[in-house]
């Protein structure tokens, strides 16, 4: 009988809620604030009764282990074994080449006995599309077919694998499992596993003899497209797929598929990268798709101009897996999201809940006047300095909870009612200086080097105008700017690597203007020296910062429970709009009885879905419509944490808020609209989804 042990290992997170008002005293509290550690993924370890079965460590996702097709090691040159993955509904796990995004399983057999070899090997996949994004993999269940040569053939073989598996459905999470399965030596009579085995054995990719698959040509059309003929022996195509795998600068797209009877034409896009050098002699691999029959075949390309390919029937086929392709996007959409990030920080400096931002940027500048160039330069720097540093934490918190299997998002830490109340107490000190209640010691809270007169002064004035940056950052997390949501989705819904490198770029985005006038400290310098009319302006910016503390102390007495969030469905007779509660549950049956439901999600902390409902939902264009039978208005508060609402917004990609989605009988699963609502928009919005 086969012998059981594991263990399983995953990332540590824990949160830290240190005081804020300490976090302004230094940098090392302020990280410690702000930083989230990882916490196990716990998974638990139970035995399988089945023979043929290793031990099996679950997850609340997925399940993995290692299995046999045989109960003893016989005589047999070969031992068929297999890594099997089971799957909850609606999420997936990868083949070797996962596409866009994700990464192939990764196992290691350091620590087996009587093993002289093990080869993992793919079965055929299956294409997911989501949000635009092309993965390659499995959902429900796989096992995929192990090749374990022994040592000594006869002799027991003890397995000992380290695992490492992604599974995906709207977000990402990583497993690492220690796996072992124990072949004790004997007949190797058929274990109860066997059954799984030989059926994703069969449905790895080969030259088709088996499957009745045949690849007739592939070519480069005229268009710069690849073209491949195929032909299905005896058994018509149901639905064909083409995943070519090249080098680096080629991205090949979904392909057209053209059927004539047992005959297929399928016709794939190449994206070439441009930044990436093309190589002269480049391998294409291509795995033909038809359900669960697969064919891999080989072809060489030499260049992108019009011709046929040249295809190499004696390469070696079967994909097993001696290097584990890494996971990547091309290098046009990274681009492009980078842009978009850039642009997002930039116009987050004027979205209204960065108005207490524009009050420090400007009290910074003006204490500036007549000061020195040098001053000013590092003075801002230092600023941009903290701006980027806040965001490099918020990527290292959001992608650890993220790792964690936790919801993220962007400005959730606006659902805590501590963070809230020690932002409060910060807002109202700021106010009650700038009104000259009392003067702080280190001035340099304005973000204020010109005054500096020795070398400590100037090290509390530099960490001030850090701290500036950080406070900035921090304010402008409840704001989903045009861009931001776009950005920030695309981030959470991808690796450490992209989230680290998007926020980096919105942090640039943000720092911009400080950044220019760091570059031309002149604009700084030549403005008026504080004066008279500087006192009268300062009582002004404390209003707007008092005012800022008492919108946050709104939103924290409806956190705490004194003041409701959001109005009851009673209390909205009085409003323009006759709100119901939201319940996805019930959205398609309205649908489905020709319905057209708005939903908006919104909490008390967002100043961008204040704005939308003041100036678009609440106004007659908007309000009148959705105030017409027929169509049912919806509100979701996400003041506080909600996991409903979480799924919800992770189901259009979605990590901040507002979200407002249209649905209706010509658009079931609803029509999202951009973070800054237009009358036109959603009107437009509800027609198309009403049909009407």
């Avoid at 003075?379 to 993220?402: E, P």
């Avoid at 992209?498 to 980096?504: D, Q, V």
């Amino acid at each position: 009988m086969m012998n059981v042990g594991a263990s399983v290992t995953n990332p540590n997170k824990a949160q830290n809620h240190n005081s804020l008002t300490a976090w302004c005293a230094s940098r090392a509290t302020l990280l410690a604030a702000l930083a989230v550690l990882l916490l196990p993924c716990i998974a638990r370890a139970d035995a399988a009764p089945e023979s043929g079965a290793g031990n099996r460590v679950e997850t609340e996702q997925s399940a993995a282990r290692l299995v046999s097709a045989v109960m003893g090691t016989g005589t047999l040159a070969t031992i068929p074994a297999g890594l099997q993955i089971t799957l909850k509904p609606d999420w997936k796990t990868y083949w070797r080449s996962p596409g866009d995004a994700g990464f192939p399983p990764k196992i290691t057999f350091d620590g087996s006995t009587n093993v002289a070899s093990a080869v993992l090997r793919y079965p055929t996949p299956h294409r997911f599309e989501l949000f635009g994004l092309e993965t390659f993999g499995y959902k429900d269940e796989v096992v995929y077919p192990i090749a374990v040569t022994p040592a000594q053939p006869g002799q027991p073989i003890a397995l000992r694998a380290h695992l490492r598996y992604l599974v995906c459905a709207q977000v990402c999470i990583p497993y690492e499992a220690d796996l072992a399965l124990d072949i004790p030596a004997g007949p190797s009579l058929p274990s109860d596993l066997a059954p799984p085995i030989n059926r994703f054995q069969a449905m790895v990719p080969g030259d088709g003899q088996g499957t009745g698959l045949k690849l007739l040509a592939a070519r480069i059309d005229d268009a710069g497209k690849l073209v491949a003929e195929v032909e299905s022996d005896g058994q018509p195509f149901a639905t064909p797929d083409l995943i070519v795998e090249g080098p680096g600068s080629l991205n090949f797209g979904k392909p057209v598929v053209a059927l004539d009877g047992n005959h297929a034409t399928l016709t794939l896009p190449i994206d070439h990268d441009t930044d990436v050098p093309h190589p002269l002699q480049a391998h294409l691999t291509l795995t033909l798709t038809d359900g669960e029959r697969g064919l891999e075949s080989h072809a060489q390309l030499a260049d992108l101009t019009p011709g046929p390919l040249k295809i190499d029937q004696g390469a070696p086929v079967g994909n097993a897996a001696a290097v584990a392709i890494p996971a990547g996007m091309s290098g046009p959409s990274l681009l492009l999201i980078l842009g978009i990030a850039l642009v997002g920080g930039l116009i987050l400096n004027v979205m209204p809940c960065v108005l207490p931002v524009l009050i420090l940027k400007l009290t910074s500048v003006l204490g500036h006047g007549g000061g020195e160039r040098e001053h000013v330069r590092v003075s801002f720097l230092a600023t941009a300095g903290g701006i980027a540093t806040a965001f490099l934490v918020l990527a290292a918190s959001l992608t650890g909870l993220k790792l964690a299997g936790h919801a993220v998002g962007w400005g959730i830490q606006f659902q805590q009612p501590i963070f809230l109340a020690v932002l409060v107490a910060i807002c109202l000190v700021f106010a009650a200086n700038l009104w000259g209640w009392f003067e702080v010691p280190l001035p340099s809270l304005a973000g204020d080097l010109a005054l500096a007169a020795d070398r400590r002064v100037a090290r509390h004035k530099m960490l001030g105008a850090f701290l500036t940056g950080v406070f900035a950052t921090v304010l402008a997390t409840p704001c989903s700017a045009p861009f931001v949501g776009t950005a920030i989705g695309f981030a959470l819904a991808r690796g450490p690597a992209e989230i680290f490198a998007i926020f980096l770029m919105m942090a640039l985005g943000l720092a911009l203007p400080y950044l220019a006038v760091a570059a031309v400290p002149h604009l700084a310098v030549t403005l008026p020296r504080p004066g008279r009319w500087m006192i009268w302006l300062k009582k002004l910016l404390g209003l707007s910062m008092a005012a800022t503390a008492a919108w946050l102390i709104w939103v924290l007495a409806g956190q705490v429970g004194v003041l409701r969030a959001v109005p009851s469905v009673e209390a909205t007779q009085d409003e323009a709009v006759p709100w119901q509660a939201f319940d996805p549950a019930a959205i398609p049956a309205m649908v489905a009885s020709g319905k057209t439901v708005f939903v908006d999600v919104t909490a008390d902390w967002c100043l961008t879905c204040k704005a939308n409902k003041s100036l678009v939902i609440d106004q007659p264009p908007v309000s009148a419509r959705l105030d017409q039978a027929g169509v049912v208005p919806m509100v979701a508060d996400w003041t506080r944490p909600d996991p409903a609402i979480d799924r919800y917004l992770a189901q259009f990609d979605r990590y901040g808020i507002p979200l407002n989605v249209v649905y209706g009988p010509n658009a079931p699963n609803g029509i999202a609209l951009p973070e800054l609502l237009t009358s036109d928009a959603v009107l437009k919005a509800i027609q198309q989804a009403a049909g009407g």
